[in-house]
Nanobody, 122 residues
C-alpha cells in the first residue's frame, strides 16, 4: 500500500523551468522504480522518465537534454527537473511508483499519483 503525493506544477513561460516532486509513503518492502508520465489533451498518456532502484534512467526522446529525473532515497521522493520548457510540454504529469509488497510473496504493484498540471505559455 503506497500513497503518492505530487507537487510543483504550475504555469510557466516558454524557456522557463519547473521542478516536480513526488513523495511516496505507506507500507512496502522496496521501490523498484519511480517515474513520470504525462497526458496532454487528446493524447495518450506517455512515459516521460523512469528511474530504477539501481540508478538507471530512461527518457522520452522529446525531453532528453531538458528534463532530469532524480531520487532522494532517504525521503522516498522522486523529482523531475524540467528546463527549457516548451508549449508542447503542457500536460498533466503523473508520478508512478512500482513497489514490492512488504510481505512474502514480494510481488510488485503499481501506484499512481493524483496528477499535477503543467502549463507552458508561448
Amino acid at each position: 500500500q503506497v500513497q503518492l503525493v505530487e507537487s510543483g506544477g504550475g504555469l510557466v513561460q516558454a524557456g522557463g523551468s519547473l521542478r516536480l516532486s513526488c513523495a511516496a509513503s505507506g507500507t512496502f518492502r522496496i521501490i523498484n522504480t519511480m517515474g513520470w508520465y504525462r497526458q496532454a489533451p487528446g493524447k495518450q498518456r506517455e512515459l516521460v522518465a523512469i528511474l530504477t532502484s539501481g540508478g538507471t534512467t530512461n527518457y522520452a526522446d522529446s525531453v532528453k537534454g531538458r528534463f532530469t529525473i532524480s531520487r532522494d532515497n532517504a525521503k522516498n521522493t522522486v523529482y523531475l527537473q524540467m528546463n527549457s520548457l516548451k508549449p508542447e510540454d503542457t500536460a498533466v504529469y503523473y508520478c508512478k511508483c512500482q513497489a514490492q509488497k512488504s510481505s512474502f510473496p514480494y510481488y510488485a504493484l503499481d501506484y499512481w499519483g493524483q496528477g499535477t498540471q503543467v502549463t507552458v505559455s508561448s
